[in-house]
């Protein structure tokens, strides 16, 4: 198993560019989700899936969009990057709601 | 879902152990208490988790109090690698837990 698997792993974005940040997982898990990382701080929850078709926003939606097409997938796009949106994302999956979390590595995005 | 309330930090010495404290009185009687960690530059990572007695795994223990408003997770011997920050979590078995909100973790130091 591959487990959780994000691309790309950098990258650097002109205001106002969009992009879409890959999400894959291989365990056949239901739940994913997507969070974002400051320098410093905790995980902020972005958006959420409870399985395929099903989405739902986080703490801090405003900028992203996600959809949920098959259980594997889950993208996070950005439709105009912000200089705000620079930061660390990590894709996580779990096989219900009181499972443990499995991440990605993250994806280190500069919006310059 | 309920809070959780830790240090922002704690310092150990390698090769002795660490108790990481964690408040969480308002938890509710299926309220699961889960333990991630974070290694620098990684993703998140699943320590360990208990619902009401003490659990023990390859990585750490978890002690649970009696009436459940306060848990610590069990480092038994801390090595260089244990280097990382620590969130306690809740989850609620049957439902409301669809988003997990990580809090800002206790950062754990370990001396050589």
């Known amino acids: 198993n591959a487990g959780v698997t994000q691309t790309p792993k950098f990258q650097v974005l002109k205001t106002g560019q969009s992009m879409t940040l890959q999400c894959a997982q291989d365990?056949?898990?239901?739940?994913m989700s997507w969070y974002r990382q400051d320098p410093g701080m905790g995980l902020r929850l972005i958006h959420y899936s409870v399985g395929a078709g099903i989405t739902d926003q986080g703490e801090v939606p405003n900028g992203y969009n996600v959809s949920r097409s098959t259980t594997e997938d889950f993208p996070l796009r950005l439709l105009s990057a912000a200089p705000s949106q620079t930061s660390v994302y990590f894709c996580?999956?779990?096989?219900?709601?009181?499972?443990?979390?499995?991440f990605g590595p993250g994806t280190r995005l500069t919006v310059t | 879902d309920a809070k959780t309330t830790q240090p922002n930090s704690m310092e150990s010495n390698e090769e002795e152990p660490v108790h990481l404290p964690c408040n969480h009185s308002?938890?509710?009687?299926?309220?699961?208490i889960h333990w991630y960690r974070q290694l620098p530059s990684q993703g998140p990572e699943y320590v360990i988790h208990g619902l009401t007695s003490n659990v023990n795994n390859r990585m750490a223990s978890l002690a649970i109090a009696e009436d459940r408003k306060s848990s610590t997770l069990i480092l038994h011997r801390a090595t260089l690698r244990d280097a990382a920050v620590y969130y306690c979590i809740l989850i609620r078995w049957g439902g409301g837990s669809e988003k997990l909100v990580f809090g800002k973790g206790t950062k754990l130091t370990v001396n050589p």
């Open positions: 365990m056949n898990h239901e739940y």
């Open positions: 996580a999956s779990r096989q219900g709601p009181t499972y443990e979390q499995y």
């Open positions: 308002t938890i509710s009687g299926t309220d699961y």
